[in-house]
């Protein structure tokens, strides 16, 4: 009885000593900076964006203007500018591709810093065609399959653009609202977090839509960036959340991002009116 009194003591004083504490934190600018880009197979100008990290949920992020970026394989050197100045985004000067069995190096110069990257090509595969159904109280059609989720061979990404601004009935509507854009992802693991994951708002269009519908292949270790990337974003929000912590990268130090290579093949439909 004389043990549970002391508890109690004991539990009545450490509750009883409060003192509020006003930490004054000073923030300090981040010199990371964040690579957003893919080198595709297709011959094009290539683009990369680069921006500093955001210190707030839903902030935009300031853009990193005035750098330099190299990409080389072991043949040519590709030069990128910005465009527009003070954007952030980096164009290739000319039109080049990315190739099967090439090793391309990535090279950033800011300031002082130097940030590199390596990456290579899995090359591009075909694939059939997304599956549509039909609303027959609305008359507008929604996605109902695109590909499997799980593949331990073949992770992708799925990429659907849907254009219905010059379907008769939307052409005097704002085309922004009229075009939408969805990810779909095929990873070589299947987590909890995913299988319960968050439901995602269903986009419905009407018939005489465009859709372009592009698979992008993905290498083991940008697969596994995707993955930790919609750990910490899509999937989180459900019965299960992981606990947050710093995705991987194949940048260097003060490089936060993927510089990612793939293999693209794409296919055009248009929903018969």
Same mark, same amino acid.
């Given at each position: 009885?004389?043990?549970?009194?002391?508890?109690?003591?004991?539990?009545?004083?450490?509750?009883?000593?409060?003192?509020?504490?006003?930490?004054?934190?000073?923030?300090?600018?981040?010199?990371?900076?964040?690579?957003?880009?893919?080198?595709?197979?297709?011959?094009?100008?290539?683009?990369?964006?680069?921006?500093?990290?955001?210190?707030?949920?839903?902030?935009?992020?300031?853009?990193?203007?005035?750098?330099?970026?190299?990409?080389?394989?072991?043949? =040519?050197?590709?030069?990128?500018?910005?465009?527009?100045?003070?954007?952030?985004?980096?164009?290739?000067?000319?039109?080049?591709?990315?190739?099967?069995?090439?090793?391309?190096?990535?090279?950033?110069?800011?300031?002082?810093?130097?940030?590199?990257?390596?990456?290579?090509?899995?090359?591009?595969?075909?694939?059939?065609?997304?599956?549509?159904?039909?609303?027959?109280? =609305?008359?507008?059609?929604?996605?109902? &399959?695109?590909?499997?989720?799980?593949?331990?061979?073949?992770?992708?990404? &799925?990429?659907?653009?849907?254009?219905?601004?010059?379907?008769?009935?939307?052409?005097?509507?704002? =085309?922004?609202?009229?075009?939408?854009?969805?990810?779909?992802?095929?990873?070589?693991?299947?987590?909890?977090?995913?299988?319960?994951?968050?439901?995602?708002?269903?986009?419905?269009?009407?018939?005489?839509?465009?859709?372009?519908?592009?698979?992008?292949?993905?290498?083991?270790?940008?697969?596994?960036?995707?993955?930790?990337?919609?750990?910490?974003?899509? &999937?989180?929000?459900?019965?299960?959340?992981?606990?947050?912590?710093?995705?991987?990268?194949?940048?260097?130090?003060?490089?936060?991002?993927?510089?990612?290579?793939?293999?693209?093949?794409?296919?055009?439909?248009?929903?018969?009116?």
């Amino acid at each position: 009885m004389r043990k549970i009194f002391l508890y109690f003591l004991l539990l009545f004083s450490i509750s009883g000593c409060e003192k509020k504490i006003d930490w004054s934190l000073k923030s300090q600018a981040s010199k990371l900076i964040v690579v957003d880009g893919i080198i595709t197979s297709d011959k094009t100008t290539q683009t990369l964006t680069l921006t500093f990290p955001v210190t707030e949920l839903n902030a935009k992020p300031v853009p990193v203007t005035g750098a330099n970026i190299l990409i080389s394989d072991e043949d =040519s050197v590709f030069h990128m500018t910005e465009q527009p100045a003070g954007s952030g985004v980096y164009i290739s000067v000319k039109k080049f591709q990315a190739r099967e069995g090439k090793n391309y190096s990535l090279l950033i110069f800011y300031g002082e810093q130097v940030i590199s990257a390596k990456s290579a090509m899995v090359p591009a595969s075909p694939f059939s065609f997304l599956v549509y159904s039909k609303n027959d109280e =609305s008359g507008l059609y929604h996605i109902s &399959w695109v590909a499997s989720s799980f593949s331990t061979e073949h992770p992708a990404m &799925w990429e659907v653009l849907f254009d219905w601004s010059k379907v008769p009935g939307y052409q005097q509507a704002d =085309s922004t609202k009229c075009k939408a854009r969805l990810l779909f992802y095929t990873l070589s693991t299947l987590d909890v977090s995913e299988i319960f994951a968050p439901s995602v708002e269903r986009v419905s269009f009407p018939a005489g839509t465009k859709i372009n519908e592009t698979r992008y292949s993905l290498t083991p270790e940008y697969a596994e960036f995707i993955r930790e990337v919609l750990l910490e974003t899509q &999937w989180q929000g459900a019965l299960f959340n992981t606990i947050p912590a710093n995705v991987p990268t194949n940048l260097s130090a003060g490089g936060a991002g993927f510089f990612a290579i793939c293999g693209v093949y794409s296919i055009s439909q248009t929903v018969p009116q």
